[in-house]
């Protein structure tokens, strides 16, 4: 069994996963993820995305092949002992809102620290630093049901960032959310990312939230087709200002 690279805090090789359907979703697809990167995995509706992200974390155990954290072999870990590492060590975020209705906002962004152990009162401030980030704040007190499905989605983002996780998964975390609302809430979870020191697998068919990260890589039909290297935003930003100057 080949160890992965010192560097990669995540790597996976030949991953394979078909649906019960008999359809597949991974045909042996391989990949490294660098401490404190920022990796997109782009592709069309169907090209296996979401399948690969939920197998990277342990949700859903690929069918073949081997996955890496920190040079712990996820794929030979029992139910109990994945569950642990995504409470402990991943963070999720869904295309689709789902908090807790009984509980305020608040409280569902302090929901997993609370699950960790962290006591109540660090809890909530910890949600509440990143509610006021993502502008949403002056909602904390807020029963989900009085809430925008942007905003809902913004406390499960804050609720995915503020357990300071050592790795990010995000399935499409910008869907509900509209052009101008998208645009803020990427920056936000991209420079907290950075700032902290967290790694983001980010999972989007849409070309500009691609381009916030460090590196592409394409799924087309559960294979992996180029990897597409990104230059810096603020590069990127310059070479469009001088083109439309031109």
Known sequence: MEAPPDNDVLWARALHFTHPD???ALGGVSLGVREGEILAVSGPRGSGKSTLLRCLSGQTPAQRGEIWFNSVPVHTMGPADRERLRRDRFGWIDPEPVLVPELNVWENAALLLMLRGTGRSRAKTAALEWLERLDIGDRARKRPRELTQAQRQRVCIARALAPGPTVLFADEPTAPLHRADRAHVLRT???????????????THDAETAALADRTVSLLDGRRVNTVHLPPMAEAEGRAACSLSA
């Open 22 to 24: 008999g359809s597949p």
């Open 189 to 203: 979870l991209t420079t907290a990312a950075r700032s902290h020191g967290i790694t983001v697998v980010l999972a």
